[in-house]
C-alpha cells in the first residue's frame, strides 16, 4: 500500500496537546525586557569576533564570563548556563549502541510494498542506484569542504521483527563518481529521526549522526573520518524532535553544533542546546526554553558570525512559528516568536528554514513548508517566507502546483563559507491519483530570486513521498540529491540513490576544425596538435569538476596526465576563440 506520511502528519497537526502554546514553562525565561549592561555587550561583541577567529578555549572562558556578568545583573538568566542533565546526571555515556560495523543476524518480516508506478519526465543525470534494500529513513548528505560526500539512512529493522535498527554511512572521496559502504552502527531503540554533521577542515575530522530513538532519547554518534572510530553520547531525554547545525570556522576544535529541539515537559516544548567548543558536537550545554511554547515540526539553521534561527508549528494553534538567536544558541538571547502564518487560516506542514552566510544585520532567511488553506482537503503547495536585513518575514508561494500534485518535505542546503548567498532546495511532488511517478524537484535561491524548478529523478523511478530527498553541491558548486525510490525496472526494495549536475552535458558534435589528439586511450601523455594556437585546456571529470588546466599558446602540446585517477574525463579545448570538448580515457 502507498503510504503518504504528508496525510499523517496532516492528522498530527489537528492533536490537541493539554497545554496550550503560550503555557509557562519552569525553565523559560524572558530576557527580552531585561537591560543588558556595557559588560555583557561587550562580551557579546567578542563572541562573534571569536567564532571564525579564536581558540576553543577562548570561545568557552567567553561564554563563562558572559555567565558571570549575568550574575550580577540577573542570577536567574545566568543559571541557565549548565550542562544538560538527564535524570539527574551528565549524559556521559551512549545508550542504544551496538557494535560499529557488524550486522546481526536477524528476522525480518515481510514488508507490503507496491512497485508499480507510471512515470514523469526529469532532466538530470542518469540515477545512480547506491543501496538496493529498505531505506526507512534518515537521508541526509553532508559535503566537506575537500569534496568528500557522506550519506546516511536508516533501516527500521526492529519495527518488522529484528533486534537492531541499523544506521548506514555512504562516503564518496572523488566527488560522487563512486561510492562505498563506509560506516554501519546497530541501534537497539527504534530510530524515529537523524541528521547528518559533518566537522571537518583543520585538526581532527569526525562525521556525526545525530538521532533520536522511540525512547525519546536524542543522542550522537560520531566517527573519526581518518581511522574510523566510534564515539557517542546522549544529549537529552524526554525528546520527541530536533534539528541541528554547525558553525563552520577553519579549525575543527572551534566547531560548534548547534540544535533546537522538542522536549516533553507536560508538552512537546521548544528547547535549544549547543555543544562546546575543543568537544567536536559532544558536551552540550544551555539547554533553555526559547520562548514558553508548544510546539511540533521543528527546524534549525545556522547562518554566520553566530546567527542562529529556528521554525515550527504551534502545538496547539497549528501557527508558523519562528524564533531567532543572533549569539549562538546563547540562553539569554532568543528573541520573541513571529507568526509567519495563522493555523486557523493555512495548514502548515514540515516547515524548514535557512539563512544565507551573511552578517546578522544584513541577513537572508527563508522559511518554506508545506501549505494548504486550513480546514480543506486541497493538495499541498510549498509556501515561502522571506526575511531580509534582520527585518519581518513576507510570504510568497514557491512551488504552486495543478490539483493532482502536492508538494512535501523540503530540504534545503547552503555552503560553509562566509557571504554564500546561494541556497539549494529540494521537495518531493505526489501524484495524486497516481497517474504517473512521484518525483524530486530542485530549485535554487541566488541572494535575490528563484531559478526554474528541475525535475533530476528518472522516469522509471517512483520517488518514496514518505520523507525528504537530501540536497548538497558537489565541489563544483552544482546540486546534487540523495533520494529513495522504487524502480520499474526490477530493482528490489525502496533503494537509495544518487544525482548530480554537471555543467558539461554534451560532447557531440563540438569539434575543432583539424584538431587531433592521441593516444586515446592513454596511460601517462596526451598529445593534442592543433592548426593554430591553442589558448587553453582544462580537463574535467564527469561530474563537471575542473581537475587541470594550462595555457600553452602554441599549436602542439603534451599533456602530462600521468596524475589522474583511472576513468573517463572531458577535455575542453579552445583554439582561436572556438571552444570544444572531447572524452578521454584515462588507463
Known sequence: ???????????????????????????????????????????????????????????????????????????????????????????????????????????????????????????????????????????????????????????????????????????????????????????????????????????????????????????VTRWNTASGALTGTVIDTAVTDFSVDKNYPVTTSTQRVFATYLKTIGCPEVYSARSTAGAYGFNWVDAVSIDNVCGQQVDFSYGSLGSCYTTYTGGNSGNLLTNVNPNSNDPGSWTTRETLESGATRQSLNPIIKSTRLPFATDKVLVVSSSRLAGTTDNFIGRGYYRQNGGAFSSFNLAPLGPNFTAGHFDAWVRKNNNVETIR???????????????????????????????????????????????????????????????????????????????????????INGLTYFPNPTTDVLHINALQNIEDISIYNLLGQKLMQVKPQQEKVSLQISSLNTGMYIMKITSEGKTATYKINKK
Open 1 to 219: 500500500m502507498k503510504k503518504s506520511i504528508i496525510m499523517m502528519l496532516s492528522l498530527m497537526v489537528t492533536s490537541i496537546y493539554a497545554q496550550m502554546d503560550d503555557a509557562q514553562s519552569s525553565t523559560f525565561v524572558n530576557t527580552s525586557q531585561i537591560v543588558r549592561t556595557a559588560t555583557l555587550n561587550e562580551l557579546y561583541e567578542h563572541a562573534k569576533i571569536l567564532e571564525n577567529s579564536g581558540t576553543a578555549a577562548e570561545i568557552n572562558a567567553n561564554r563563562l564570563a558572559i555567565k558571570n556578568a549575568w550574575m550580577e545583573v540577573n542570577p536567574v538568566v545566568a543559571a541557565l548556563y549548565k550542562p544538560i542533565e538527564t535524570n539527574g546526571k551528565l549524559p556521559e555515556t551512549m545508550e542504544n549502541v551496538g557494535i560499529n560495523g557488524i550486522h546481526y543476524p536477524e528476522v525480518i518480516k515481510e514488508r507490503n510494498l507496491e512497485l508499480e508506478r507510471p512515470q514523469q519526465t526529469r532532466d538530470w543525470g542518469t540515477d545512480r542506484l547506491l543501496f538496493e534494500g529498505f531505506v526507512d529513513g534518515g537521508v541526509d548528505m553532508e559535503v566537506t569542504n575537500s569534496g568528500d560526500i557522506y550519506i546516511s539512512f536508516y533501516q527500521n529493522n526492529i519495527d518488522f521483527g529484528g533486534q537492531f535498527d541499523i544506521i548506514f554511512l555512504y562516503r564518496s572521496i572523488d566527488g560522487g563518481q563512486t561510492f562505498q559502504e563506509w560506516r554501519t552502527t546497530n541501534i537497539t531503540s527504534p530510530i524515529r529521526k537523524l541528521q547528518l554533521i559533518s566537522i571537518d577542515g583543520t585538526g581532527d575530522q569526525y562525521i556525526a549522526t545525530y538521532f533520536v530513538t522511540d525512547s525519546n532519547t536524542f543522542q
Open 425 to 511: 532546495f529540494s521537495y518531493v511532488i505526489d501524484v495524486i491519483n497516481n497517474a504517473s511517478n512521484d518525483f524530486n524537484r530542485v530549485v535554487s535561491f541566488d541572494g535575490n530570486s528563484f531559478s526554474a524548478n528541475e525535475n533530476p529523478s528518472d522516469i522509471s523511478l517512483n520517488v518514496w513521498d514518505g520523507f525528504a530527498s537530501a540536497i548538497a553541491e558537489t565541489q563544483n558548486n552544482e546540486p546534487c540529491l540523495a533520494f529513495v525510490g522504487t524502480s520499474n525496472t526490477g530493482s528490489f526494495g525502496i533503494n537509495l540513490y544518487f544525482d548530480s549536475k554537471t555543467e558539461l552535458l554534451s560532447t557531440q558534435d563540438n569539434t
